[in-house]
């Protein structure tokens, strides 16, 4: 059992699985906020446009009390929509990043790093040590 609980912990405290999960949060706080919205502020100027329509009121009686809510579902298209044209363009935003990244690194513009006092001193002995070897 302990080497059950053990494998456990090395497979949860890996970091995919740590950024699946903080990526599941976002992923539906942004849901949340895109839903609010289509609901409350995109449909409601569309229905207005297609003639005082409200989306939610669109359903097909099945008889009885089966209703077919297709009006709902036209929100949840407008929904996946906007989540995927956000996240198409996040991507786009960080791919454009990584290509000037590349282009300056390959043409030796990019910024090179400062050396810390540490490594200054350290190369200097190298280099000393490197003359009395001659």
């Given at each position: ?7 456990f ?24 906020i ?10 409601p ?31 949840s ?21 990584e ?10 513009t ?25």
């Open positions: 059992m302990k080497g059950f609980l053990a494998e912990k090395a497979f949860a405290l890996r970091g995919n699985v740590l950024d699946l999960a903080v990526g599941v949060v976002i992923g539906t706080a942004f849901s949340a895109t839903n609010s919205l289509v609901t409350n502020i995109i449909t100027p569309l229905g207005l446009l297609l003639g005082r329509i409200d989306f939610k009121d669109w359903s097909l009686n099945l008889g009885g009390n089966v209703n077919v809510q297709y009006g709902l579902f036209i929100q298209v407008l929904d996946f929509v906007i989540i995927a044209l956000a996240l198409f363009l996040v991507i786009r935003f960080i791919n454009r990043l290509r000037v990244a590349r282009k300056e690194q390959a043409e030796g990019a910024p090179q790093a400062q050396k810390s006092a540490e490594v200054i001193v350290l190369e200097e002995i190298r280099d000393s040590l490197k003359n009395q070897n001659v």
